[in-house]
């Protein structure tokens, strides 16, 4: 994600990777990759402790059973560049934070479901997991920076989530909020970011059959640096909005703040629907360079997911829609 600096909380100009050196590396991928390996190579050893006490009892549910519903025209990015080729600012503010988010420690993991519910509660994420209507879709993805993917995402419905929580009927809103531990997060000892981690949706954005909470990819749990042990998956959305590692879902009446919006309101707003016709303040939405090819590609009214979601914005086209 890219902001401008401004007082206060700015980025020093040594620590920001030039925007430059970021699009002359994007084409091939190959020297980030080269940079990755190296560094996944050295933390390889001393993270395997970390890994053995990981281990979570819902692993052994994977492959989730695919949902021919949720199909796609495009190829799926391959496993080791979506995996290495990450926003998680936590972990750092690089494409490269695959092996930083190693750190990340996923078990024991209570998620908190608390606002305008019958009974606020708080859950194992493995409880959780084995409560859900598991099942796995293929969706497209679309970051802001007009980059994409197209993923195996495994989890459950967001939906199923809400039947469980049962919200009260003075919810107008879902907020998802991250974890909060810069001892494990390394990017959250930045003060300029305000952390955690927020986004926000409606309840009838949260109840659209695509909204989907993610706990596994390519087959697999999670892996750390896509947001484990549990993601959003919003696809008709900017990816800012597909928030990672949460651990507090919320029903609220006031509209939530996502971190991007509080940064940089006149860039990143609440809805963040896809929409090639809507420039960012400094660059086109137009087109999309696809991760692994570099083929640029145009991008598609809500990311090509207009059937199932155009409906929920009859009647707010005085909003702004699309950032
Ligand atoms: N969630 C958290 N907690 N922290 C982040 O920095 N980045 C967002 C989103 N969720 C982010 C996050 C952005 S900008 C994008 S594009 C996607 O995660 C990236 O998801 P990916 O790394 O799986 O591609």
Redesign the pocket.
């Known amino acids: 994600?890219h902001y401008f600096r401004r007082k206060g909380w700015e980025l020093p100009e040594s620590a920001a990777t030039p925007e430059a050196v970021m699009q002359a590396a994007r084409p091939g991928l190959s020297r980030r990759q080269t940079l990755l390996v190296g560094a996944g190579a050295a933390t390889a050893l001393s993270l395997r402790p970390a890994r053995a006490r990981d281990q979570a009892t819902t692993d052994a549910l994977h492959p989730y059973p695919r949902n021919a519903a949720y199909a796609v025209e495009r190829p799926l990015t391959a496993e080791n560049i979506?995996a290495n080729?990450?926003?998680?600012?936590?972990y750092g503010t690089t494409?490269s934070i695959a092996a930083a988010a190693q750190q990340l420690q996923t078990r024991p993991w209570l998620l908190r479901i608390d606002g305008l519910v019958e009974k606020p509660f708080e859950i194992g994420i493995d409880e959780l997991i084995l409560a859900m209507p598991r099942e796995e879709r293929l969706y497209r993805?679309r970051?802001?920076?007009a980059w994409s993917?197209t993923?195996p995402w495994s989890g459950f419905p967001l939906r199923a989530l809400l039947d469980y929580a049962k919200p009260l009927g003075s919810a107008k809103y879902v907020r998802f909020e991250?974890f909060l531990d810069p001892k494990m997060a390394p990017?959250q000892r930045a003060p300029f970011y305000p952390w955690?981690?927020v986004?926000g949706v409606t309840m009838a954005e949260a109840g659209n059959d695509l909204a989907f909470l993610v706990t596994g990819?390519y087959g697999k749990p999670l892996a750390k640096?896509?947001?484990a042990p549990i993601?959003?998956a919003l696809p008709w959305k900017?990816?800012?909005?597909?928030?990672?590692?949460i651990r507090r879902i919320s029903f609220v009446a006031e509209r939530p703040k996502g971190?991007?919006e509080a940064l940089q309101p006149s860039e990143y707003g609440f809805w963040a629907n896809v929409n090639p016709e809507v420039a960012h303040p400094r660059w086109s939405q137009a087109s999309e360079t696809v991760l692994g090819t570099n083929d640029r590609i145009p991008s598609r009214l809500f990311n090509g997911y207009g059937e199932f979601v155009a409906g929920l914005y009859t009647g707010l086209e005085r909003e702004r829609l699309w950032a």
């Open positions: 994600m979506a080729y990450n926003n998680f600012y936590e494409k993805f970051c802001v920076e993917m993923v991250t990017g955690p981690y986004e990819a640096q896509f947001g993601r959003l900017y990816g800012f909005k597909s928030i990672k590692s971190l991007w």
